[in-house]
């Protein structure tokens, strides 16, 4: 199994981790800062156990070793999650939807920008896809309806894009995982003076600690391990995996039956990242030659 394919599997994983959100906050009380708040403690605390067992006693060499990619990465992740919830609670899901489905043209772009990965014909047609079966998905939506907050939902693609390009310049061999536990500190601090984290019942704490140790802590530990192997823009197309299996997860736990629009837009995602999965995973001919050609996304 090829370094692509790996960080492909790791990233598609780690989007289907995420998109048990949803569901997930169905059955919550508390508002959206108190569950960022519980939600990134039990991120930090799981993920720096899990980093514990791994490093042992050398756990602050891998800390230092990210370098200032390190907390540049958890500030991004923690700024993504930051906008998600402030765009949510002027926004309807389906505007911060349409918006967030600009992550991988946005990842293309500043990859290209930043690391010189040039964008093929085929990540651009499948960015497009999968921008159409969201919008099939979602319908006609009025962006400014929710208030001009509601934009803010780009915060989130731009955050997003930003923390894959980050990841991406790392050295080889780096672990980037202790960047995850910096997200759930950055986020935690700040979710803390805004909401009150005492105010919430146990079986919210309960869901959330659901949410910081598998949704966005396992979610988090496979997508910085996965992005580190793979273009970024392909990156940020894979990401798009959360959005095809959320209404799933929504239907079987929560009862609520996907409509026409929901199967149609997103029959199209799933055929076009199956696609495209194809097209990267056909065989390469003359592979002597392509490994000194541009980086192409």
């Known amino acids: 199994m090829t370094s692509n394919t790996r960080g492909g599997l790791f990233v598609a994983a780690a989007a289907a981790c995420w998109s048990t959100g949803g569901v997930a906050v169905r059955f919550m009380e508390a508002g959206p800062w108190e569950q960022a708040f519980w939600r990134s403690v039990f991120l930090a605390i799981a993920v720096g156990l899990f980093l514990a067992v791994r490093h042992r006693a050398r756990l602050p060499v891998a800390f230092r070793a990210m370098g200032w990619r390190g907390p540049a990465s958890g500030l991004a992740v923690a700024g993504s999650s930051l906008f998600y919830f402030v765009a949510l609670a002027d926004a309807s899901v389906a505007t911060v939807l349409v918006l967030m489905s ?11 920008v930043v690391l010189g990965e040039r964008i093929g014909a085929a990540t651009l047609l ?6 159409a079966g969201i919008g099939i ?10 208030g001009w907050r509601g934009l803010l939902g780009l915060g989130v693609s731009f955050f997003g894009a930003i923390n894959i390009v980050v990841v991406r310049g790392t050295r080889p061999g780096t672990d980037m995982v202790p960047a995850v536990v910096l997200s759930g500190v950055f986020l935690a601090l700040g979710s803390a003076f805004v909401g009150d984290p005492l105010a919430v019942s146990a079986m919210d704490v309960a869901i959330c600690a ?3 140790v598998f949704q966005v802590g396992l979610g988090l530990t496979l997508f910085v391990t996965g992005i580190a192997l793979l273009p970024a823009a392909r990156a940020g197309l894979l990401t798009l995996t959360e959005t095809l299996l959320a209404p799933l997860w929504a239907w079987l736990g929560a009862g609520e039956v996907p409509d026409q629009k929901t199967l149609a837009g997103g029959g199209l995602i799933l055929a076009a990242l199956a696609a495209y999965a194809l097209y990267q995973g056909r065989p390469r001919r003359r592979p002597g030659l392509a490994a000194a050609a541009p980086r192409e996304l």
């Open 102 to 112: 600009t992550t991988p043209l946005l990842t293309a772009i500043l990859a290209w």
């Open 126 to 131: 499948a960015i497009a896809a999968t921008m």
């Open 137 to 146: 998905m979602v319908g006609p939506v009025d962006l400014l309806a929710g």
């Open 210 to 212: 659901f949410m910081g």
